[in-house]
């Protein structure tokens, strides 16, 4: 069974908005065993609609629609929906109620534009919006699925959730679809692959493996499709397996995870606690670390020590270090981290500071300068990265290579 | 002059990875005057391959494609591309030199993939790459541009910028695109519209308006095309004036930019500093503002008090107020905002703490439930919310509200 996803908003393809709702809808779909064949952002006018509508036929069975269903002028999916089918637009009393108790609760009128949201072409099946005013709509349409639901993400999520996923996997008897993956770090994408070619080489034809690098790290994807479930799911996991064991001082993880994940996962496990004392990460890799649910388990906290003072106040870095040496060095990243785990009291502390950019740099620590450090109660481990000029990926890098440092210092590799 | 980009990967279809390389091509696109009709995302698959740029030739006159250019066997870009010119595979020798280039300077050694990484079909002009292995490729074929890069995106962003954009600006004597935004919050979207309908309608055909909702806040852009650059210009100013004369006191920013840099501007212009105390957040406020360039001017930094203990230890809330009220009260927040304040010498401070979930809700405080603070010296604003189930959504409100109401202690409203 394929589908294909249409995302409508010129926002997308002028690149002010980045869409996240496709990656979402591809992950859940995969899941119930529903591939997607393509990913379609188009802009919000009517002969774009009409074409990448035509075309998603001749592709897919689902075509899951997002996109252009506001009360403004221009959200014109519904009209263009309904002229692709011959339709005509009626109100939808469950709609109109859905909107007004919305607008009641919010105590605020209702005007045209909001009444008007509860239209919709005559040949669809309404899906309730439990977030918000714009009613979502299911078409069969020659041997097709096709679901039209609002852009906002959480309304989408909301509507696929409740009745879209639910509805296809009645549908249909599917194909299951099943993957692993194996999450790498200190090797190359090539070296990886020649180390193991023999078992890629010898894998059946129906399972695939993609090799997808990132910012030092590998994620090997193992993808088999068949009709028995169990069968597919021993298959890979079996290949897996050979993978791993060839492959095992590389390994951080056996499932879809994060190194963060991975760490956090190894200090709960082991009763241990962990700090973070940033300069130019500004408070990144802490967040990357609370996104995680239970985070609170080994994390406690930590400092973001933008200024040289607040480095001084808060994790105790000593006035003369930072003049002799600067903030920039060696012995400050150090007295971050091993304040920050004397302060907080902590296991492991996490520290760096450098140039993120684009402004700041001197021809002796220019943009892109970073010093890392992560410590234990005993161990002391620093080192300096050369990053580029580009703000935003050298706040990445820092966070990501921290990452992986206190990783071999837990693992003492 | 259109184009579309096609972006090659299943790791974008099962949504392992989220597609940001084609906002990053729309943006700069639209900024040299070329318009994108639609972004594909495709398997690396051979058939899906050839129907997207068999599609995409029938709605384009530029087509860059992105991914799939690796050494590994899901690869595949490159000898598509070569059947579907019915051209023949070459080694490049400016690209082989490139690669053996990186190989010695990591001191590996080099593998027979790595070598055929230097094959391209021989009807290209091969765009190098100075961050990575696999080149780029251009190519001319029935009056299209083709053009296939690496899907790591700093090696597609200095190829786009080295050589692409350039050469596109080059080849076209392009229409002129300009755009236009006001950032609002405080008023929904469909009231803004109702707000300036008279002006919307008052608009000529070829200047567009578009309505871009997100968390509390309606981005409102202008945008048109014309041949005469200044007189295009000239008019979207015009029409944005309008717009923000009579829907003044919601208007955040005038250009396109976040509400976090907004709030940086007004610190910065003003020589006042802010500090931040998260607890629910867990460092995200920080890294947003942050990430902002300059931010140091304004920001000295901020505690990420995830523990109890920590809440005391930095930032001086006090046991029998955590005790009493519990760490998710309006006391503790209070607490949180006015100690950062005075302990870390700034004129504003934010803080919250809240149930970020998926665990620890109670009957009394469930998951979503949040304090934010914003106080200066002598103002106190505290605010309790309850936002939904999701921890990544609950962390991201929860930093978006909290800009709202520092915004709205700045500016008195």
Redesign the interface.
Known sequence: MLAEIITIG???????????N???????L?EIGI??????????KKD?IL??LT?ACS?ADIILITGGL?????DITKHTLCEFFGAKMVLNEDALNNIKDIFERFN?PL?D??IQQAEVPDNCIVIQNHNGTAPGMWFEFKDKIIVSMPG?P?EMIGMMEDYVLPELQKRFNIDSIF?K?IITAGI????L??EIEDI?DSLPSHI???????LGQV?L?L?AIGTNKEHVEKEVDQASELIINRIDKYVIATE?ISIQEAILNYLKANNLTLT?A??C???????L???I????NA?????????N??KQ??IGVKAETLALHGAVSEQTVIEMAQGALN???TDYAIACTGV?????GTPDKPVGTVWIAVVSKNQTVAKKFQF?N????N?ERTAINSFYMLWRLLKNI
């Open positions: 010129d926002e997308i393809l002028i690149g002010q908005v980045i869409d996240t496709s990656a979402w809808m591809g992950q859940r995969n591939s997607v064949k393509q990913i379609s952002s188009i802009s919000d774009a074409t990448a075309e592709h506001g009360p403004t002028k221009d605020r005007i534009v909001n906002v959480f993957h993956t190359g994408e090539s070296f692959a020649k890629e695939k493996l993609a090799y997808l690098p990132k994620r994807r993808s879809d973070t940033e300069s990460t500004g408070g990144y890799i802490a967040h670390i609370t996104s649910p239970g985070s609170s994390y406690v906290g930590g400092a973001v020590t933008y200024s003072e607040l106040k808060m302060t907080y009291h993120a950019g684009p402004d700041g580029g580009k703000r935003l990926q706040i």
